[in-house]
């Protein structure tokens, strides 16, 4: 395999790819778990469409911010961009037209979505905020990357309207599982963003990129994080106690040990200790993705 594709798969995020197709995965699943039939040619165009939408977010978030990552020294698997754009790699022209090729294709699957006789007006809606997240999230003159609210919004688009977007594709209607079941996801996913921007805070700061945690500082951050995880793990909880299914609801507790985990080491870090910022930021990947996929495997399994 060359190099040149080697740094496009680099800066595609395979990771982050896969966490958007175990979201999608979960809408389908509520919808399966509530009897309907997966209709599997319109599933494959959806997961389709959430894919192409996050390469787009990945490609203008390396074009717009790589002046500024090129110069982050504790750049990590997770966070600091990927690493593929500069001097002697890929060129920050052919990350647009990456991008611009991307936001081509998006528009004729959205196309194919709405002509296809499932475009609801909810559908419409969550299509158009999806979209519009991810594309400002780094883009001017929004980037809400540098406003405080892209982790939050990123945080929605991925663990709300994904997960909602899959679910109307094959149900047409909204249901309460469906809050019930991503509310505590978006608490683990603002955590996990969170652990992201420690590693890059320094550099942050030095060119002025207002983060959520640039704006709170780093000892808020701390302790946004670990309300966050709890946060996220009593809402499960509270969803028990209000309809969703102690069958689904039990088996996300298998991940409690792993939300402990990432609590404690952010409050070493917090007390002195040497941070392991690629440690830190696996666990934080492992908690989000093993809440998700227990939940998504119960629905689909039930």
């Given amino acids: 395999m060359s190099r040149s594709v080697l740094l496009f798969l680099r800066m595609s995020r395979p990771l982050f790819l896969a966490g958007g197709a175990l979201m999608f995965a979960l809408g389908a699943g509520i919808s399966n778990y509530l009897g309907r039939d997966i209709d599997w040619g319109l599933y494959l165009l959806g997961q389709l469409y959430v894919t192409v939408l996050q390469l787009s977010a990945h490609y203008l978030n390396e074009y717009f911010d790589s002046p500024v990552d ?5 750049r ?36 194919l979505l709405i002509g296809s006789g499932h475009g609801s ?25 540098s406003s405080g609210y892209g982790e939050l919004t990123t945080s929605i688009v991925v663990a709300n309207l994904v997960p909602i977007f899959s679910f109307l594709l094959q149900n047409g ?4 599982l469906l809050a019930m079941t991503t509310f505590p996801l978006t608490a683990f996913h603002l955590a996990m963003m969170l652990v992201f921007e420690f590693p890059d805070y320094a550099t942050d700061i030095k060119y002025n990129k207002r983060t959520l945690l640039v704006r709170i500082g780093w000892e808020r951050g701390m302790v946004l994080h ?10 499960i909880g509270a969803a ?4 969703l299914p102690l069958p689904i609801a039990l088996p996300a507790f298998l991940s409690f040990p792993v939300g402990l985990l990432q609590i404690w080491q952010m ?3 917090a007390a002195g200790a040497r941070p392991n910022w690629r440690a830190l930021g696996l666990t934080a990947v492992a908690l989000f993705g093993s809440v998700g996929y227990l939940l998504a495997f119960t629905y689909w399994i039930r």
């Fill in 70 to 74: 090129q110069r982050n020294s504790n």
């Fill in 76 to 111: 990590t698997p997770f966070s600091g961009g990927s690493g593929a754009v500069g001097e002697g790699k890929i060129p920050r022209n052919t990350v647009l037209l990456a991008a611009l090729t991307t936001l081509t294709i998006l528009a004729s699957l959205t196309v």
């Fill in 121 to 145: 007006p909810l559908l419409v809606l969550v299509i158009t905020l999806g979209f519009l997240g991810a594309f400002f999230y780094s883009s001017p003159p929004v980037r809400l990357v």
């Fill in 173 to 176: 209607d909204f249901h309460q």
């Fill in 226 to 235: 670990n309300s966050l995880i709890l946060g996220g793990f009593l809402l």
């Fill in 240 to 243: 028990a106690s209000f309809g």
């Fill in 267 to 269: 409050r070493r870090i």
